[in-house]
């Protein structure tokens, strides 16, 4: 059991290399001077410099650490234990700072350890990255695809062994170390600048441009993670991409508008069987099963005008349907510089109702939840033709007719529909340039 207790206040100072950390605290009767203590706990590098207050035993030993500006406690768990025999000493202890944990921020923080993270990994590269994800400065060496998908830090909290309160630590760590990282997108960007340069010309022609994220970006909100939220990221290089996939998606949505718009259909087609969704779709998907249409359709796009095709032939001769193959395709975007990574919250106010176990009443407890988004980053976005399946003289001129109007309705689409999760209050949406 703790003998003497005292109460001071100071600054923490770490030497990173060495791995020491020490408290500094005026000396009363030497207001110009400071005195200084040894603290033998293991405080992050980051809190170099923080104004804390601190718990001192015999006036020599440093048991607790509370980092001011966040309310962060770091406590010896040995005191913790015998501490807590007694009741009268532990409300004396407790006062100003978190209890019942050896690190917390007035909550408990997860990890079997108290006060460092749990990796559920092989014992022979577990050691490796925890070493590692206590140095910020080696960590933004690794992979961010190996940190964020397979190096998440665990833990019970309340029965949960990946809870959400470790993902929304584990979130802002990362975004503080990956934000602005040039190394990593670097070598992605040379390596689609490489693929597009030695494209063949006879083959394929492609365009280029860049988009600016308006506000912020969500995508790969639901990839499979522990935390249930994640992010999509290049598997190789771990920069934040958007599938071509998604593109080509919100693009045939646009084309699919522009269909209906070009038919006249009003905003609100409640009762019209020609202005749906379904039935525009419906006649695309079975256009090259009626011989006369199909006929028709390959003598234009070996002979007419691009210009002289219908939309429905138009999205059919970019997108293609369960019959034919597009001739247009479209690569992931990638930043075109150094991505920013932000934390962001959404926050179910009905998390019983969401799980299926209740209705959603007013007395249930909101559920914050954090997630990653990317915000003011440019985007680089590419449109390939593939030429060679043009029976034509003048391909070369027709595939630029092609590439225009599928930049045409991706330009629109990003504008207007977005891309990637949440776009109903925000999120994915883009402006040129």
């Known amino acids: ?63 607790e650490v ?50 460092r993270p749990t990796f559920y990994l092989p014992s022979l590269v577990k050691g490796i990255v925890e070493s590692l994800y206590e140095d910020d400065n080696k960590l933004k060496w690794v992979n961010p695809a190996l940190v964020l998908y397979k190096y998440s830090p665990g833990g019970p909290v309340n029965g949960e062994i990946f809870s959400t309160k470790i993902g929304q630590i584990h979130f802002e760590k990362f975004s503080r170390i990956f934000s602005r990282q040039e190394e990593f997108h670097g070598l992605l960007k040379q390596q689609q600048s490489f693929l597009v340069k030695n494209l063949d010309e006879h083959r394929f022609c492609y365009e280029k441009k860049i988009f600016r994220v308006l506000w912020r970006l969500a995508v790969g909100l639901g990839t499979n993670h522990p935390y249930e939220v994640s992010m999509k990221l290049h598997h190789i290089y771990g920069v934040p991409i958007i599938p071509g996939s998604a593109l080509k998606g919100v693009a045939r949505d646009m084309a699919l508008l522009k269909i209906l718009e070009n038919k006249g259909c009003p905003e609100n087609t409640q009762g019209d069987e020609e202005c749906t969704h379904s039935k525009i779709e419906k006649g695309i998907q079975q256009m090259l099963n009626d011989r006369e249409k199909r006929d028709s359709f390959f003598d234009k796009i070996s002979n007419k005008p691009f210009k002289e095709l219908s939309y429905e032939e138009k999205l059919l001769l970019a997108f293609g349907n369960q019959q034919f193959s597009g001739i247009v395709v479209f690569l992931d975007a990638i930043p075109d510089s150094a991505p920013k990574f932000k934390v962001d919250i959404m926050n179910p106010h009905y998390p019983e109702y969401y799980q299926g176990k209740n209705f959603p009443t007013d007395w249930q407890n909101p559920n914050p939840i954090k997630f990653l988004t990317v915000e003011n980053t440019k985007f680089r976005f590419t449109v390939l033709v593939n030429k060679a399946r043009l029976n034509r003289n003048d391909k070369d001129d027709y595939a630029k007719d092609v590439a225009n109007y599928a930049w045409g309705v991706l330009k629109e689409a990003l504008e207007n529909l977005g891309v990637g999760a949440k776009t109903s209050v925000g999120y994915g949406y883009f402006n040129e340039g």
């Open 1 to 63: 059991m703790p003998g003497n207790i005292s109460r001071k206040e100071g600054r923490l100072q770490i030497n990173r290399e060495k791995k020491i950390v020490k408290v500094f605290y005026p000396d009363r009767k030497r207001p110009d001077k400071e005195k200084q203590l040894r603290v033998t706990m293991e405080i992050p590098p980051e809190y170099d410099g923080k104004q804390v207050e601190f718990v001192v035993e015999d006036g020599n030993k440093v048991i």
């Open 66 to 115: 509370k980092i001011r500006d966040t309310g962060e406690v770091f406590r010896m768990e040995k005191y913790q234990r015998d501490y807590s025999k007694d009741k009268n000493r532990r409300e004396e202890w407790s006062k100003g700072g978190g209890h019942g944990t050896v690190r917390s921020s007035g909550k408990k923080h997860g990890g079997a350890n108290g006060d």
